[in-house]
Antibody, heavy 117, light 106 residues
Framework: QVQLQESGPGLVKTSETLSLTCTVS????????WNWIRQTPGKGLEWIGY???????YYNPPLESRVTISLDTSKNQFSLKLSSVTAADTAVYYC???????????WGKGTMVTVSS | EIVMTQSPATLSVSPGERATLSCRAS??????LAWYQHKPGQAPRLLIY???TRATGIPARFSGSGSGTDFTLTISSLQSEDFAVYFC????????FGQGTKVEIK
């Protein structure tokens, strides 16, 4: 059974780049679409973007200019980078998997990231 | 963007009672609607997809209905482990979420 675990710094400074990694266990990263989702107090749950095992990506348009999602198949991991962060990016960040244009079957437990100067 | 609105924000229910949660879409999502259960510190758990299909291992007391813009999640007889936050997700046009309904013990 596939499981996901987020990791990364819990505190990021304003204007810097947030970097998180999701480790996939119990299955191969060469399947599924791999997503990042966040939950903020103000906007609730927000889909950030996905990467497919082929490397193709798609990002939520409001975040597109600041987001990069990448894949490391050798480590069974995928990563999120969000640049030029502000306090509005303070959130719990989740990684999740689905089979394409479908519901998210599998989620990680989430990791809290606070943006502060 | 398709906006998903859930009601009520909080639902107080006694164990053994029925809980009915609503989710409304700002435009049709056909049957591309999922429901999740989320407890603090845990990963969200997929309950229902395709508006009415239970995910693997989900008890029969959970049922989903609706299509188009109006959807309902019913928990027929609440168990102690069912007290949690429930949120809906549409996946017709990308992915957007409802703000959640907290089901608490009355």
């Amino acid at each position: 059974q596939v499981q996901l675990q987020e990791s990364g710094p819990g505190l990021v400074k304003t204007s810097e780049t947030l970097s998180l990694t999701c480790t996939v266990s119990g299955g191969s990263i060469s399947s599924y679409y791999w997503n990042w989702i966040r939950q903020t107090p103000g906007k609730g749950l927000e889909w950030i973007g996905y990467i497919y095992y082929t490397g193709s990506t798609y990002y939520n348009p409001p975040l597109e200019s600041r987001v990069t999602i990448s894949l490391d198949t050798s480590k069974n991991q995928f990563s999120l980078k969000l640049s030029s962060v502000t306090a509005a990016d303070t959130a719990v960040y989740y990684c999740a998997a689905n089979g394409g244009y479908d519901a998210f079957d599998i989620w990680g437990k989430g990791t809290m990231v606070t943006v502060s100067s | 963007e398709i906006v998903m609105t859930q009601s009520p924000a909080t639902l107080s229910v006694s164990p053994g009672e029925r809980a009915t949660l609503s989710c409304r879409a700002s435009q049709t999502v056909t049957s591309n609607l999922a429901w999740y259960q989320h407890k603090p510190g845990q990963a969200p758990r997929l309950l229902i997809y395709g508006a009415s299909t239970r995910a693997t291992g989900i008890p029969a007391r959970f049922s989903g209905s609706g299509s188009g813009t109006d959807f309902t999640l019913t928990i027929s007889s609440l168990q102690s482990e069912d007290f949690a936050v429930y949120f809906c997700l549409q996946y017709t046009k990308w992915w957007t979420f409802g703000q959640g309904t907290k089901v608490e013990i009355k």
